[in-house]
């Protein structure tokens, strides 16, 4: 659970956490952002931000019961008293609703709640709110016919200028709204009669029953039935059977006197004798209020129309916003009802956009093309422009116009912003892969996910491609990635199943998969079939039953038969296709490493590339961007200018010679086009090698006259790509060469290096047949010092190594170099001084993993204490923290973590059960305390202990594969292999602890 003083996502800095059932609310102010210091309320008020629990991550219909509250309060949001949800945001990996935050009164009220905790509320009070509430369901069921809120209570009755506001529609139900999840059950102290049956079936009778509790508690000051305890069926029996006690109320007279009979009407046992619905209740209230303070109710009635028309204008200005919410929880059919509502003459380019976006998720992409369209002619933003020729293309390619798609992501490559630019390498991926092109998809991605490990699309994308070339490990460690970033997405889950299924034989492992992406918010077709087949291999019975129920209660009968059927045949293939391999094997195919790709990828780019000498394995990384794999050497041929050539040098550098006329206007634009695609298209991938930083000149062919503008070593001879003329650089001055160099040397990152020291350093984990000893020795003879695994600089390449998918289980090292670099310098590039010795390396161990960096040699010296020296450090300025009575359940956790690396264990479970005690709602901490105990041997302690964290936060992978060895220590070896599956399911087999 994120706490006080965090950023929430970007924008929202918690000032309030609010737990209770199973959301949470943070309360926060708005953080300013895009130049604006206003808050989404349109002033400088406080937000609400609603969320369920971290702990029903994995589980369905919490899961589903959110996703349709939020659909149904935003339509709900622009009727009077409803607490308008004014967007849905996704913040991390979980869903957000964005609503007004309800100041505390002078009282500190935030509810009706807090109002009655100081008694009874004033009968006027007790009017008016009533009647605000009674209008805010009324319109409800007008908008939605037979629609039950499921909680009324005063909790859910917020306070916001001493207005009442109808707020949590988490058990909301409708025929019209469909998807009740009736597991989920009404608050016992309001939960009428009828609603303790086994199977309830929600009504507007039963709200107005809960109603008339509200409204005799807001009277009395206490519920009908005085506190019966936690005891439900002592609860039941008084909703059942007992009468109310009224006592005698020394205020209010007459009107308090109506009040109270209304309250009882409602709570009548019978459903059908109460009043019919929110229509009648308002009737009657209208009727006291008349009678009684004429005045107020006009006021009440006045307010309710201002707020509807304040509402509606504040909906208005989040439209965009709320659409795009809708997008992200897969409501799109919603998302065109709102934008039907705007008519098309005041529609703004963004709102076009979004229609030709809702309408493409909805399959109707020849109309979404035209809405694009549209948006285009209308003036969209940079960023909205270029968002917009995304999805036009993704439109191109699922009406089949593929050569038109992959054409408009080929030219955004060149133009768009590096913020954007990843968003159309995935997206020019998924054209390959509709057309089934793997290696092509293989070639895209690979390089991109080693600058970008934490795209979750690009990995399941790069997964998909593995599938379709038949590299069934590497897809599945595709998919693992893609699910550490993303652990929400239950298509990735799907997909990995259908690995497990159709190629590895692992049917235990899919059925878990399909399990998670069902508890993550998942299923469809191919999903129930899957899981179909699963459970009938798995002989899952409880499974089958709960499957076949829904299939033939949710689904037409030909449409269930097929899915059925269509499962059938699949169990008799995989039982073919198996009969003669466990189930645990693996690929049918000879594993094919991550690096057997990307040569064959780069030997076909690169070709304007000549004169290479020899290519660099791609294994390398600088830790601002990866080293890829340069051509092979080919021989000149004949060029049109303007033209790009790259020369590759065995040293992981490259020089550049670029051929126009530089006294052409175009001359700048020209080298940018070219130059933006020789180092953004991965597939060429220059970005990862080192532009060599010696100054650039003109130079002059003296056959054709063509200038070649280069970096190359003054003197060196060229061959010239349009005569074949092989000549000797010289430098060509001139006025109109000056500023032309300065502007070039400032777009590609050359710069004077201040003659300051640096140091240079140097990861290595070789392949398993090479030992570190001969790492050594090539670092040793350049000159490069071996610095301690567990120094800061040394533990931060580790991390950027494990993002690149380096194996914990394999040596390691690392190695140092501190000089001054002369000359210049190619921003974000590898110095020579590294390439040279990793050159060296990978031509020793091709298979090695290098990474690099560079930093100040003062930075440096400071980053080269130690873990221990620091754990040492931190270790004491807890400890006094502690002492002095401000230790908190982090404070506890870090101390036992240090004990325990100690192998100081009673100590450390000592400080464990501290954490826990501190903040016993924290995953963390019984996650912590889980491993103390199992370093302890206390096998049974550690598995309730993890087995608490994960209640709490099931995607706790380390927690889940520690709960494994529990089980395998006390014997339930089946047990293990059930949490294994489902660890790998949520990682992907990625996990490497």
């Known amino acids: ?74 339509r709900l949001s622009g009727l009077p008293h409803i607490l308008p949800v004014l967007s849905v945001e996704q913040i991390g990996d979980r869903p957000f609703l964005l609503m007004i935050a309800a100041e505390r009164g002078p009282e500190g009220e935030r509810s009706i709640a807090d109002l009655l905790r ?234 076009w956009l979004q229609r030709g976006t809702t309408l493409s998720l909805l399959n109707r992409d020849t109309e979404a093309l035209e809405s694009f369209e549209r948006a285009q002619r209308a003036g969209l933003s940079p960023d909205d422009d270029v968002r917009c020729e995304v999805e036009y293309a993704l439109s191109l390619k699922r009406v089949g116009r593929f050569q038109e798609a992959e054409s408009i992501y080929e030219r955004l490559l060149i133009s768009v912003s590096d913020e954007q630019l990843p968003l159309v390498i995935i997206n020019l991926a998924t054209v390959y892969l509709q057309q089934k092109r793997g290696s092509e998809t293989v070639r895209l991605l690979e390089p991109f996910v080693r600058r970008n490990p934490d795209s979750a699309l690009a990995w399941a994308n ?54 998670a992406a069902f508890d993550s918010g998942f299923e469809g077709r191919d999903w129930l079939v899957r899981m179909l087949t699963c459970s009938v291999l798995l002989n899952k019975k409880d499974s089958i039953d709960g499957l076949m129920y829904g299939l033939t209660h949710n689904f037409k009968k030909e449409s269930a038969d097929s899915m059925i059927a269509e499962a059938k045949e699949m169990v008799q293939s995989l039982i073919e296709k198996y009969k003669e391999r466990p189930a645990a094997s693996q690929s049918d195919q000879p594993a094919t490493t991550e690096n057997d790709s990307v040569e064959t990828a780069q030997e076909q780019a690169h070709t304007s590339a000549n004169e290479a000498e020899e290519s660099a394995t791609p294994d390398h990384q600088s830790a601002k961007g990866t080293h890829d794999q340069p051509p092979a050497s080919e021989e000149p041929t004949k060029a049109r200018i303007p033209f790009l050539n790259l020369r590759f040098y065995d040293t992981l550098d490259f020089t550049l010679d670029f051929y126009d006329d530089p006294a052409s206007p175009t001359f700048r634009n020209s080298f940018v086009g070219e130059w933006r695609r020789a180092v953004r298209d991965p597939r060429i991938a220059v970005g990862g090698v080192s532009l060599r930083g010696s100054p650039f000149y003109f130079t002059r062919c003296p056959n054709c006259g063509v200038y070649v503008l280069t970096n190359r070593d003054v003197g060196y001879r060229i061959s010239c790509r349009m005569c074949d003329t092989r000549w000797q650089t010289d430098p060509t001055t001139g006025s109109v060469f000056e500023p032309l160099l300065r502007d070039i040397s400032s777009i590609v990152g050359i710069r004077e290096q201040p003659p300051v020291p640096m140091v240079f350093a140097l990861w290595v984990q070789p392949s398993e047949n090479v030992s570190l000893d001969q790492i050594a020795a090539i670092c040793t003879e350049g000159r490069f010092e071996r610095w301690g695994n567990s120094t800061l600089l040394s533990i931060h390449l580790l991390q950027q190594a494990i993002k690149s998918g380096a194996r914990l289980e394999r040596p390691w090292g690392m190695w140092a170099l501190e000089t001054i670099p002369a000359g210049s310098w190619a921003h974000g590039t590898t110095p020579r001084e590294v390439a040279s010795v990793v050159r060296k390396i990978q031509r020793f161990d091709p298979q090695a993993r290098t990474i690099s960096t560079e930093l100040p040699a003062e930075q440096a010296r400071s ?96 927690a889940l594969e520690a709960l494994a060895a529990c089980y395998i220590q006390l014997g339930d070896n089946a047990r293990a292999r059930e949490i294994r599956s489902r660890a790998n399911s949520i990682s992907g087999g990625a996990f490497q602890g």
């Not at 105990?933 to 964290?949: H, I, M, Q, T, V």
């Open 863 to 958: 980053m080269r204490t130690t873990a221990e020296e620091v754990e040492a450090e931190t270790e004491e300025l807890v400890r006094q923290k502690i002492r002095a009575g401000l230790g908190t359940a982090a404070d506890y956790r870090a101390i036992a973590n240090v004990l325990s690396h100690r192998r100081e264990h009673a100590e450390a479970e000592r400080y464990a059960r501290a954490a826990v005690a501190a903040d016993a709602q924290s995953a963390e901490m019984w996650e912590c305390l889980g491993l103390v105990l199992y370093k302890r041997d206390d096998f049974s302690g550690a598995r309730e202990a993890l087995e608490g964290a994960i209640a709490l936060d099931g995607r706790r992978v380390l």
């Open 462 to 515: 790069l997964g998909q491609a593995y599938v379709f070339e038949r590299r069934y490990q590497d897809a599945e460690r595709a998919y693992g990635r893609a699910l550490v970033a993303a652990p929400q997405e239950g298509r990735v889950r799907t997909m990995l199943a259908a690995l497990y299924m159709d190629h590895l034989g692992r049917i235990e492992d899919a059925w878990a998969a399909l399990d």
């Open 1 to 74: 659970m994120s706490k006080v003083g965090e950023l929430l996502g970007e924008a929202y800095r918690i000032l309030e956490v609010l737990s209770g059932g199973m959301a949470d609310v943070y309360i926060c102010e708005f953080v300013e952002r895009a130049g604006s210091s206003e808050s989404p309320s349109g002033g400088r008020r406080r937000i609400a931000l609603k969320t369920f629990q971290q702990r029903y991550f994995f589980d369905q219909g919490v899961r589903l019961s959110f996703i349709r509250e939020a659909s149904t309060w935003l």
């Open 118 to 351: 100081s008694g009874p509320i004033a009968p006027n009070l007790t009017l008016r709110y009533a009647l605000q509430l009674a209008i805010g369901l009324r319109a409800a069921g007008q908008q939605f016919a037979g629609l039950v809120h499921g909680d009324l209570k005063p909790a859910n009755i917020l306070l916001i200028n001493g207005d009442g506001f109808l707020a949590d529609f988490g058990l909301v139900s409708a025929v019209s709204l469909g998807r009740a999840d009736h597991r989920l059950q009404s608050t016992w102290a309001y939960c009428a009669p009828e609603l303790w049956d086994a199977r309830p079936t929600p009504s507007v009778a039963s709200d107005v029953y809960a109603f008339g509790t509200l409204l005799f508690e807001m009277l009395c000051g206490h519920t009908p039935f005085v506190e019966q305890g936690r005891d439900r069926s002592t609860w039941e029996k008084a909703h059942r059977t007992l009468t109310p006690v009224t006592p005698a109320i020394q205020s209010g007279g007459p009107m308090t006197a109506d009040v109270l009979d209304l309250a009882l009407a409602c709570l009548v046992k019978r459903p059908e004798e109460r009043p019919v619905d929110f229509a009648a209740i308002v009737d009657r209230l209208d009727s006291i209020y008349k009678e009684h303070d004429p005045v107020d109710h006009l006021m009440v009635l006045m307010r309710a129309h201002e707020l509807k028309q304040n509402t509606g204008a504040q909906m208005a200005a989040f439209l965009e916003s709320r659409i795009a919410g809708l997008l992200g929880i897969d409501e799109p059919a919603q998302a065109l009802e709102e934008l039907d509502r705007v008519p098309q003459d005041r529609y703004t380019p963004g709102l």
